[in-house]
């Protein structure tokens, strides 16, 4: 299968990152992982990604100020961003992200959402 595009995922629950990471990859993508915002923006430094999933709750760096360091940055302001959340995000947060899915959600509707994002018009 053609690589997919390449995604990170910035979750702190190792649990909920690695069940993502196998999904993903299973449907063609390219993953790379970190456990924080901070460890986000050095991988995004280090790789720049097709597509960000980023959880809005986490220790140290979390969602919200992760966002708010990528748009302020010329070279990474237009990455698509998925913010995933237990909650619904208002103001700045929810407009910094492309797309809002509120935890629980299904694969079936990641996996939409991803595509909408893929480089390679993957469907």
């Known amino acids: 299968m053609a690589e997919a595009g ?10 909920i990152r690695e069940t993502l990471s196998d999904f993903l990859r299973s449907e063609g993508f390219s993953v790379d992982l970190a456990r924080d915002g901070a460890e986000g923006l050095e ?14 709750l986490m220790p140290g760096m979390n ?7 990528l748009r302020a940055e010329a070279a990474t302001r237009s990455l698509p ?4 959340t237990g909650g619904r995000p208002v103001g700045e947060t929810a407009a910094a992200a492309d ?6 959600f299904e694969l079936d509707e990641l996996l939409a959402t991803v595509r909408r994002f893929s480089p390679r018009g993957h469907v």
Do not use: N, S, T
């Open 63 to 69: 969602g919200q100020q992760f966002l708010a360091r």
């Open 6 to 15: 390449a995604i990170l995922v910035i979750e702190d629950d190792p649990g």
């Open 99 to 104: 797309v809002v899915l509120e935890k629980p």
């Open 43 to 56: 991988r995004v430094a280090a790789r720049r990604p097709d597509l960000i999933l980023v959880d809005l």
């Open 81 to 84: 961003v998925v913010l995933m």
